[in-house]
């Protein structure tokens, strides 16, 4: 029976131990989790501003900045077009571009790996829509050429 005793005085002994350290220690962590939660909302937020363009345009030798309220279509290396951050058909895009009025321009972001038919179709497209001075967006150089 006296091992019985030594084994519950030390659980009690340790139980003791334990309930002191988590008395000292304890910490209010509700306004650390508010401001993470209010940092991740606001990134949420900024991080969606931008247009989705997934597109990788190619390097140009010029430093030109389009204007942003000239119309934009997208087109990635599979094929898909974006007309103003709309995925949108071949097929529909003459009639999307005979909608907008006053504009000269169409800026055009062309993944680099797409093929150059495809964008010629575009600007075509665009032609017969009444629009005849295009914008290819592109990346500057990083070694300045």
Not at 19 to 25: A, L
Not at 82 to 100: G, H, P, T, Y
Request: no cysteine; hydrophobic share 40%.
């Amino acid at each position: 029976m006296s091992s019985r005793r030594r084994r519950s005085s030390g659980y009690d002994a340790m139980r003791n131990r334990l309930r002191e350290k988590k008395t000292g220690q304890e910490e209010n962590v509700i306004p650390m989790i508010n401001v993470i939660f209010l940092l991740l909302l606001y990134f949420m937020i900024a991080g969606n501003l931008q247009p989705d363009y997934n597109v990788t345009p190619p390097f140009a030798s010029q430093l030109a900045e389009p204007a942003k309220e000239i119309p934009t279509v997208s087109i990635e290396k599979s094929g898909k077009m974006r007309f103003e951050n709309r995925e949108i058909a071949f097929e529909q895009l003459n009639a999307a571009l005979s909608r907008i009025t006053g504009h000269e321009k169409l800026k055009i972001h062309a993944d680099a790996k797409v093929d150059a038919l495809a964008v010629s179709k575009v600007m075509k497209t665009a032609s017969e829509a009444g629009i005849l001075q295009f914008v290819l967006v592109t990346q500057r150089r990083a070694d300045g050429a």
